[in-house]
């Protein structure tokens, strides 16, 4: 009896010894700037249009006896709003593991394209993980990372923002004083938001001008200058949009007014917004 009395106190100390079953998380996230690359900074801001790449490994899962494991997972990237940024993406590890990968974890990737008129904020990559042999155990993480966009001010009816005159296409300084000479181009840029965004984040909208001279008359008109009609993933909160004009060498100097003419042909909206420029 004593002997069998040994044996099982050294069994209970051998159980009070052994760490505990470690549940199921997601472990190891990072986000870096190429696949498997070397991690980006937590501080690290990234910019619209750019793709960021993330991954991170799943830990606690259930092995069967004979090594067996199920581990499926989601992910997606969301912005300070909570919209989606691309499709969700998902997967499983379904396999049967041999001796040797005793230390093996499931690693999750994704690749984050940053929408190029994206504003703004903190945004966070959403992983949920499901343990198909352990009840369906559940785990989840949110990442976050940071994206330093242009910002549009929004607004709930129809407007233009930030026109500005520009010296040159690839200026993007505004002119402090919008003169131009007979014969130069004069170039504008500026954002409309408030128009309707419908389902699946569809939007259509266009916009044309008048070139008045100082005394009211029409120099130049264009009925649609451009036009935009989509329905992206990404819900787009703004657009962006430019002019482009070449001036007569022979145009007399003087004051022009710029009549930009925009319609949100979803929304039943349109406004006119006037800019001043001179000929010198």
Same mark, same amino acid.
């Given at each position: 009896m004593k002997g069998i009395a040994t044996v099982l106190a050294l069994a209970q100390v051998c159980a009070m010894a052994a760490p505990p079953a470690k549940?199921?998380?997601?472990?190891?996230?990072?986000? $870096? !700037?190429?696949?498997?690359?070397?991690?980006?900074?937590?501080?690290?801001?990234?910019?619209?249009?750019? #793709?960021?790449?993330?991954?991170? $490994? %799943?830990?606690?899962? +259930?092995?069967?006896?004979?090594?067996?494991?199920? /581990? $499926?997972?989601? /992910?997606?990237?969301? !912005?300070? +709003?909570?919209?989606?940024?691309? +499709?969700?993406? +998902?997967?499983?590890?379904?396999?049967?593991? #041999? =001796?040797?990968? *005793?230390?093996?974890?499931?690693?999750?990737?994704?690749? %984050?394209?940053?929408? =190029?008129?994206? =504003? #703004?904020?903190?945004?966070? /990559? %959403?992983?949920?993980?499901?343990?198909?042999? @352990?009840? @369906?155990?559940?785990? !989840?993480? &949110?990442?976050?990372?940071?994206? &330093?966009?242009? !910002? /549009?001010? =929004? #607004?709930? *009816?129809?407007?233009v923002r930030n026109f500005r005159f520009l010296r040159s296409e690839d200026d993007d300084k505004p002119l402090a004083v919008a003169a131009y000479r007979p014969g130069d181009a004069v170039w504008a840029r500026f954002d409309m938001t408030g128009y309707k965004i419908g389902d699946h984040n569809l939007f259509d909208i266009a916009y044309g001008l008048d070139v008045l001279r100082s005394d009211g008359s029409v120099a130049y008109s264009e009925e649609q200058a451009a036009a935009a009609k989509e329905a992206p993933f990404y819900p787009t909160r703004y657009q962006p949009g430019e002019l482009n004009l070449t001036l007569p060498k022979d145009l007399p100097t003087g004051s022009y007014t710029v009549v930009l003419k925009v319609h949100d042909n979803l929304g039943s909206q349109a406004i006119e917004t006037r800019e001043k420029f001179s000929v010198e």
């Amino acid at each position: 009896m004593k002997g069998i009395a040994t044996v099982l106190a050294l069994a209970q100390v051998c159980a009070m010894a052994a760490p505990p079953a470690k549940k199921l998380a997601v472990i190891n996230a990072v986000f $870096s !700037d190429i696949e498997d690359g070397t991690p980006t900074a937590k501080d690290d801001v990234f910019a619209p249009g750019e #793709s960021i790449f993330f991954r991170c $490994s %799943v830990e606690g899962f +259930q092995r069967t006896e004979k090594n067996a494991i199920h /581990v $499926s997972f989601t /992910v997606q990237a969301e !912005d300070a +709003q909570g919209a989606l940024l691309l +499709q969700p993406a +998902q997967g499983a590890e379904e396999t049967t593991l #041999s =001796p040797e990968d *005793k230390n093996w974890l499931p690693r999750i990737r994704y690749t %984050v394209v940053v929408p =190029p008129l994206a =504003p #703004s904020g903190e945004y966070v /990559v %959403v992983v949920k993980v499901m343990d198909h042999l @352990n009840n @369906n155990a559940l785990a !989840d993480a &949110r990442v976050p990372f940071t994206v &330093r966009g242009r !910002d /549009v001010a =929004p #607004s709930d *009816k129809l407007v233009v923002r930030n026109f500005r005159f520009l010296r040159s296409e690839d200026d993007d300084k505004p002119l402090a004083v919008a003169a131009y000479r007979p014969g130069d181009a004069v170039w504008a840029r500026f954002d409309m938001t408030g128009y309707k965004i419908g389902d699946h984040n569809l939007f259509d909208i266009a916009y044309g001008l008048d070139v008045l001279r100082s005394d009211g008359s029409v120099a130049y008109s264009e009925e649609q200058a451009a036009a935009a009609k989509e329905a992206p993933f990404y819900p787009t909160r703004y657009q962006p949009g430019e002019l482009n004009l070449t001036l007569p060498k022979d145009l007399p100097t003087g004051s022009y007014t710029v009549v930009l003419k925009v319609h949100d042909n979803l929304g039943s909206q349109a406004i006119e917004t006037r800019e001043k420029f001179s000929v010198e």
